[in-house]
């Protein structure tokens, strides 16, 4: 576990690393399709060229924004698997963000909420964050609107709820 | 909250030079001037005198203290993933890869540019290339450099365009009180 924490640490480099180097062409080739389109000024509408030209460019440029989201998701999943060591934990983490995913939480709140499965009380969670008590107050109240709870222990009994009927074995 | 001195004198100075003379050659005066040439050698002044700094200036302008770091990098974006707040005093790790990046962007359009003037080069077309698509990517780099600047600014709640005039960064407390 260890060790696939490690190469998913460089595979998010390597994404990044990636990631410049597209908007380095991005950036090239968006100004190449303005001079494109400058040049053949009102017959730009007759070249098949520029038609592909555009589209191409508009791609990178989604492709780009696509990765940007991938890396930050992962990267996101990265941190709050960081103590993990099992299998097991693994696959309860992705039971969590599937219910997060639900529950319509931001990233700033399914890592509050990460930390508050795991145990963590307000004030740790605001240190581990860098955030004020108050704040993480806040999020913790939206969290629990949000699961429509009252308490902690009613997101962890609606958690674990989850994970035994997942974990069933299909008879 | 706490105030820390980090960009010295020196550091701010380059800045702000930087910022004028590189708009009014990108933005403002015509290429073919002989002041646009005259700013051009300027920047590079400026550029080689940060490079300098980085070795000799005071500790936070040190390129010891934010050496290129893939790590550091995707853990500040790892940061932003997750919405927590580390507070870097120095150069943030994203922070410290825009510098380099523009250095180095701007020492070649300086080394291009200082081609295009000399007879050896006259009318070669590869210098031009160079010189225009390096500052096509330095003028991305310089908008992209002022979104991350507001971005990290709302984000980490400390005023950096502050800091780089008054040369303290207020930070808030180490423990989020």
Same mark, same amino acid.
């Given at each position: 576990?260890?060790?696939?924490?490690?190469?998913?640490?460089?595979?998010?480099?390597?994404?990044?690393?990636?990631?410049?180097?597209?908007? @380095?062409?991005?950036?090239?080739?968006?100004?190449?399709?303005?001079?494109?389109?400058?040049?053949?000024? #009102? *017959?730009?509408?007759?070249?098949?060229?520029?038609? /592909?030209?555009?589209?191409? #460019?508009?791609? +990178?440029?989604?492709? &780009?924004? @696509?990765?940007?989201?991938?890396? +930050?998701?992962?990267?996101?999943?990265?941190?709050?698997? *960081?103590?993990?060591?099992?299998?097991?934990?693994?696959?309860? $983490?992705?039971?969590? %963000?599937?219910?997060?995913?639900?529950?319509?939480?931001?990233?700033? %709140?399914?890592?509050?909420? #990460?930390?508050?499965?795991?145990?963590?009380?307000?004030?740790?969670?605001?240190?581990?964050?860098?955030?004020?008590?108050?704040? &993480?107050?806040?999020? +913790?109240?939206? &969290?629990?609107?949000?699961?429509?709870?009252?308490?902690?222990?009613?997101?962890?009994?609606?958690?674990?709820?989850?994970?035994?009927?997942?974990?069933?074995?299909?008879? | 909250? $706490?105030?820390?001195? /980090?960009?010295?004198?020196?550091?701010?100075?380059?800045?702000?030079?930087?910022?004028?003379?590189?708009?009014?050659?990108?933005?403002?005066?015509?290429?073919?001037?002989?002041?646009? $040439?005259?700013?051009?050698?300027?920047?590079?002044?400026?550029?080689?005198?940060? /490079?300098?700094?980085?070795? /000799?200036?005071?500790?936070?302008?040190?390129?010891?203290?934010? =050496? =290129?770091?893939?790590?550091?990098? #995707?853990? $500040?974006?790892?940061?932003?993933?997750?919405?927590?707040?580390?507070?870097?005093?120095?150069?943030?790790?994203?922070?410290?890869?825009?510098?380099?990046? +523009?250095?180095?962007?701007?020492?070649?359009?300086?080394?291009?540019?200082?081609?295009?003037?000399?007879?050896? @080069?006259?009318?070669?077309?590869?210098? %031009?290339?160079?010189? *225009?698509?390096?500052?096509?990517?330095?003028?991305?780099?310089?908008?992209?450099?002022?979104?991350?600047? &507001?971005? %990290?600014?709302?984000?980490?709640?400390?005023?950096?365009?502050?800091?780089?005039?008054?040369?303290?960064?207020?930070? =808030?407390?180490?423990?989020?009180?």
């Amino acid at each position: 576990m260890l060790f696939s924490m490690r190469t998913s640490q460089s595979k998010a480099a390597a994404l990044f690393g990636l990631m410049i180097a597209q908007i @380095f062409c991005a950036v090239f080739f968006v100004l190449d399709v303005i001079a494109d389109y400058r040049e053949a000024g #009102t *017959e730009a509408a007759y070249h098949l060229h520029l038609y /592909v030209e555009t589209l191409a #460019t508009f791609s +990178l440029v989604f492709a &780009i924004v @696509f990765e940007g989201k991938f890396l +930050l998701a992962m990267l996101r999943r990265q941190a709050h698997l *960081e103590e993990s060591l099992s299998n097991a934990r693994s696959a309860v $983490q992705e039971i969590m %963000e599937d219910r997060f995913g639900e529950w319509g939480l931001t990233p700033s %709140e399914q890592d509050i909420a #990460t930390f508050l499965i795991k145990g963590f009380s307000t004030s740790e969670i605001a240190d581990l964050r860098g955030s004020a008590e108050g704040t &993480i107050k806040t999020h +913790l109240n939206s &969290i629990y609107r949000k699961a429509g709870v009252r308490n902690r222990t009613e997101v962890l009994s609606l958690l674990l709820d989850c994970i035994m009927v997942t974990e069933r074995p299909a008879a | 909250m $706490q105030n820390i001195k /980090v960009w010295d004198p020196a550091v701010r100075l380059f800045h702000w030079s930087l910022v004028i003379a590189f708009t009014a050659n990108a933005l403002i005066l015509d290429d073919d001037s002989k002041l646009h $040439q005259y700013v051009g050698y300027v920047v590079v002044g400026l550029v080689a005198f940060r /490079v300098l700094w980085g070795f /000799v200036g005071s500790r936070y302008a040190r390129f010891n203290s934010f =050496p =290129p770091s893939v790590a550091g990098a #995707t853990e $500040q974006l790892s940061d932003m993933a997750t919405g927590r707040t580390k507070i870097h005093v120095g150069h943030t790790p994203l922070g410290a890869l825009m510098i380099y990046n +523009l250095l180095a962007t701007l020492a070649i359009i300086g080394a291009s540019g200082y081609l295009m003037t000399t007879d050896m @080069f006259w009318g070669v077309e590869w210098p %031009e290339e160079v010189h *225009e698509l390096s500052v096509a990517w330095a003028e991305f780099s310089v908008v992209l450099h002022i979104a991350a600047v &507001i971005f %990290e600014s709302r984000r980490t709640k400390v005023n950096l365009p502050r800091a780089m005039m008054t040369g303290v960064k207020t930070v =808030p407390d180490a423990k989020g009180g």
